[in-house]
C-alpha cells in the first residue's frame, strides 16, 4: 500500500521560512513525478511546485524565487524549502506521486494536479 505522509508544517510569521517534508512508502519504485500543491481556505486546491525524477522543475509564479522542491530518490522523500513566507501562503499543503512512466513534463502536473497518490496534509499558517 502505497502511503505519503507529510511534515514540518506550523505557524511562523511573515518573512520567515518552514521546511516541508514528505515521506513515500510501501512497496513502490522510485517516483516519476512528484509534487507540493495547497488549499487555502475557501479556495481551490492550486499546484505549488512539481519535479520529475531527474530533477527537472516547475514552480507556480506566485513562489518562484521563494520556494525550492527537491527529492531525495534514495530515501523517496519530497522536500520544499519555503523562504520569505506571506500570509498569502497560509493553507493546507499536500504532497502527491506518480508511479507510472509518463512521458510529459512537469508542468502538465502542476497545471492538472493529475497524480495517483496524495498525503493528508499539513497546515502552514503565516501571521502579518
Known amino acids: 500500500q502505497v502511503q505519503l505522509v507529510e511534515s514540518g508544517g506550523g505557524s511562523v510569521q511573515a518573512g520567515g521560512s518552514l521546511r516541508l517534508s514528505c515521506a513515500l512508502s510501501?512497496?513502490?519504485?522510485?517516483?516519476?513525478?512528484m509534487g507540493w500543491f495547497r488549499q487555502a481556505v475557501g479556495k481551490q486546491r492550486e499546484g505549488v511546485a512539481v519535479?520529475?525524477?531527474?530533477?527537472?522543475?516547475k514552480y507556480d509564479d506566485s513562489v518562484k524565487g521563494r520556494f525550492t522542491i527537491s527529492m531525495d530518490n534514495a530515501k523517496k522523500v519530497l522536500y520544499l524549502q519555503m523562504n520569505s513566507l506571506e500570509p498569502e501562503d497560509s493553507a493546507t499543503y499536500y504532497c502527491?506521486?506518480?508511479?507510472?512512466?509518463?512521458?510529459?513534463?512537469?508542468?502538465?502536473?502542476?497545471?492538472?494536479?493529475?497524480?495517483?497518490?496524495w498525503g493528508q496534509g499539513t497546515q502552514v499558517t503565516v501571521s502579518s
Open positions: 502527491a506521486a506518480n508511479l507510472s512512466p509518463r512521458g510529459l513534463r512537469p508542468a502538465y502536473f502542476l497545471r492538472s494536479g493529475q497524480f495517483e497518490y
Open positions: 519535479i520529475d525524477a531527474n530533477g527537472e522543475t
Open positions: 510501501g512497496n513502490t519504485g522510485n517516483p516519476t513525478f
